[in-house]
């Protein structure tokens, strides 16, 4: 493995090479160090970054081609004395995990990576560096979840959250001041797929307060197709739930860091508060990893065809894949690809309802990044959190289809929304059967109806 033997190998095993750090708490006391030490910045990457997704060195005992699962919650120790050996516990550490967090490292080009158990689970470490009347800077367009839990945090934890547009640099200009602690940036964001520009806003936000932390969730492209750390970011985040792992069998949370004291911090959160990613699932979320390059290859294929199949039909399609997104540059800017999300408003709630309820291919779900296509529509779904006050404030449609594009064939991926989309531009079955929505003739259905209603008078 790039970046330091594969922990648990009988060279790592005393004194790995992260005992020799000092580490210190959230206040800044000593704390014995943690068990993962820190790879090289880009973890000593040597190969282009779609075959650094699969390639991984082990140095297991037996040479194992999958990274073995360390199922075990505590470790055997040598001594009494509580220390020398890497890991004592898995909540602290485990083998499993410091393997996906080196992995991890390398494709994301941080210094450390750090896994926890779900995306939120990673947002709450990284607010916890917040305190009391501390300022956070963030979008009027954000997940719904991460929406919820900044509210928590103003309502709870003494936190002033300003929502702003973050798609103007110039907004965030006016709002930052020596109190804004962190400026949380989603781009594209989730749902409106809004392009922020990191590097500015970034520089913005460290001339204001050079301590302020600016934290980038990644979630929506991955670090296939996005790198917030090289674009000036101090701590980027994302689902694992999503891209990473690819089949919705998992929920996970990535941190990663460039600087090697905020990571010890977040480590501290982490390990205080027991969110650490199982060994199962970094297993799993390794796993998905390795194929990372070619589902989002055939996605983001799949996901342009169907966005130019609704532009085509008239549709406002938010897709930054698409040069008619107001933003194309700026995101090409900084990102190597364009994702497999994207949204579109039919202008009637009731119409968007029933082209959902019609898909039969596209599952109503929730999540993306996932290998099958889901719909939905987010003020009612991953949006619902936000009421809908705030939702109108914010000019979140009510009527916005997400989509969220998998690796099925396009066609029947694109039939399949075509049916969808008829039935829920037609309001009445008769429309449905002139339209051909259903498996019956305009001639076979006027036969229908005269046998139901000579059935209704008998
Ligand atoms: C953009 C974004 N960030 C973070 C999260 C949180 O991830 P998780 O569901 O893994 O907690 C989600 C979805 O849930 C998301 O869409
Ligand atoms: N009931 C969940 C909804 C999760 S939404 C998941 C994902 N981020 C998405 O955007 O689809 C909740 O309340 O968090």
């Keep these: 493995m790039s970046g330091g033997s594969f922990p648990g190998s009988s060279k790592d095993k005393v004194n790995g090479a992260g ?4 580490t210190h708490d959230l206040d800044g006391h000593d704390l014995p160090p943690s068990p993962a030490p820190s790879t090289p910045r880009n973890g000593g990457r040597k190969y282009a970054l779609a075959t650094e997704l699969v390639y991984t060195e082990s140095n297991d005992q037996y040479n194992a081609a999958s990274v073995p699962i360390y199922q075990s919650a505590t470790f055997k120790q040598t001594s009494a004395s ?18 996906l967090e ?46 919820r839990l900044l509210k928590y945090l103003s309502t709870h934890g003494g936190i002033v959250v300003h929502h702003v547009d973050t798609t103007d640099p110039e907004t965030i200009r006016g709002v930052v001041n020596n ?59 994302e689902s694992g739930t999503k891209y990473l792992s690819g089949h919705h069998d998992l929920m996970a949370g990535v941190i990663a860091i460039n600087d090697s004291a905020l990571g010890e911090k977040l480590y501290f959160t982490i390990n205080a508060s027991g969110c650490g990613l199982s060994p199962f699932d970094s297993w799993l979320l390794l796993r998905g990893i390795k194929t990372l390059g070619v589902r989002m290859e055939k996605q983001q294929a799949n996901a342009m065809r169907i966005a130019t199949f609704l532009e085509s039909h008239g549709f406002k399609v938010r897709y930054p894949g698409l040069k008619s997104h107001p933003q194309y540059d700026l995101h090409w800017s900084m990102a190597r690809g364009a994702g497999a999300v ?25 999540s993306f990044g996932c290998v099958n296509s889901l719909i939905s529509m987010p003020c009612r779904m991953s949006h619902a959190s936000i009421d809908a006050k705030t939702r109108a404030e914010r000019a979140l449609p009510e009527d916005i289809i997400r989509l969220c594009v998998g690796i099925e064939d396009p066609e029947d991926l694109i039939d399949d929304l075509s049916r969808a989309v008829r039935i829920g531009a037609v309001n009445n079955v008769e429309q449905l059967v002139q339209a051909g929505a259903v498996n019956i003739t305009p001639e076979g259905f006027q036969a229908l109806k005269i046998n139901d209603s000579a059935e209704a008078s008998s």
């Design 342 to 366: 994207l949204s579109f408003e039919t202008g009637d709630v009731n119409v968007s309802e029933r082209i959902v309820e019609s898909a039969r291919l596209w599952a109503i779900s929730v």
């Design 179 to 237: 109190k804004t602690a962190m400026v949380l940036l989603e781009t594209p964001t989730n749902p409106l797929i809004k392009i922020v520009d990191i590097p500015s806003i970034a520089s913005i936000a460290h001339a204001a307060n050079p301590a302020a932390v600016v934290a980038v969730d990644n979630t929506m492209l991955s670090p296939l197709l996005q790198n917030p750390l090289d674009l000036g970011a101090d701590v980027v985040y």
């Design 19 to 22: 005992k020799a750090l000092t």
């Design 102 to 147: 080196r992995h991890l490292a390398k494709i994301m080009n941080a210094e450390r990576a750090l896994v926890v158990s779900s995306g939120m689970g990673a947002l709450d470490v990284i607010t916890r560096l917040l305190r009391p009347g501390d300022e956070v800077v963030t979008g009027d367009d954000l997940y719904g979840g991460t929406n």
């Design 82 to 99: 509580g220390g020398g050996m890497e890991y004592d516990y898995t909540r602290s550490g485990n083998p499993t995990r410091t393997h």
